[in-house]
T-cell receptor, first 114, second 115 residues
Framework: KNQVEQSPQSLIILEGKNCTLQ??????????LRWYKQDTGRGPVSLTI?????NTKSNGRYTATLDADTKQSSLHITASQLSDSASYIC?????????????FGAGTILRVKS | DTEVTQTPKHLVMGMTNKKSLKCEQH?????MYWYKQKAKKPPELMFV???????INESVPSRFSPECPNSSLLNLHLHALQPEDSALYLC??????????????FGPGTRLTVL
């Protein structure tokens, strides 16, 4: 069964600190992995997309890594800000095609406090 | 314009009402999606339209009726809903060309409450 598991379920950090969120997946076949940020009551916003040949990709203070062999990904947030408080969702796509069914993780809820 | 817009932002309806959710994008994307998201759960795919034709229906009850009148608009018609249909309804769009992977751009969602 295709699954995406994220850890931790929730996390509280102080403003300015770094943190790392984890994602393990069992999706097969595998095409690409995405990290989304979702603010409460809003739609998800894409942070990174990585194919199996990419090991790391950065978007500002967000850096995602991918190990396709162990089927693990991480999202590292540097110098956290209050605005980083959100749910971070790991999403795996089994295909390059447009309409394929993305497999969503349950998300990690991050709270950054001052 | 890299934005997907959705209206209304909030909707409260009775179980006998008929209402519609609207979604619009002007990025030239020819694939559009409807998702349903319950609180603290990931989005669940409902429908996919490609080139204005329904290509995927994830066994959604007929009380949800999608419509794609043109390449920029996507509607979701609601009729005789149940309280358990209360959720955040998300619209998304993406490219459809060969290649990829194509990012799905999500709208802000419509918060639906069924009384």
């Amino acid at each position: 069964k295709n699954q995406v598991e994220q850890s931790p379920q929730s996390l509280i950090i102080l403003e300015g600190k770094n943190c790392t969120l984890q994602c393990n997946y069992t999706v097969s076949p595998f095409s690409n992995l995405r990290w989304y940020k979702q603010d409460t009551g809003r739609g998800p916003v894409s942070l990174t997309i990585m194919t199996f040949s990419e090991n790391t990709k950065s978007n500002g203070r967000y850096t995602a890594t991918l190990d396709a062999d162990t089927k693990q990904s991480s999202l590292h947030i540097t110098a956290s800000q209050l605005s980083d408080s959100a749910s971070y969702i790991c999403v795996v796509s089994p295909s390059m095609e447009y309409g394929n069914k993305l497999v969503f993780g349950a998300g990690t809820i991050l709270r950054v406090k001052s | 314009d890299t934005e997907v817009t959705q209206t209304p932002k909030h909707l409260v309806m009775g179980m006998t009402n008929k209402k519609s959710l609207k979604c619009e994008q002007h990025m030239g994307h020819r694939a559009m999606y409807w998702y349903k998201q319950k609180a603290k759960k990931p989005p669940e795919l409902m429908f996919v339209y490609s080139y204005e034709k329904l290509s995927i229906n994830e066994s959604v009850p007929s009380r949800f009726s999608p419509e794609c009148p043109n390449s920029s608009l996507l509607n979701l018609h609601l009729h005789a809903l149940q309280p358990e249909d209360s959720a955040l309804y998300l619209c998304a769009s993406s490219q459809i060309l060969a290649g990829g992977p194509w990012e799905q751009f999500f709208g802000p969602g419509t918060r639906l409450t069924v009384l």
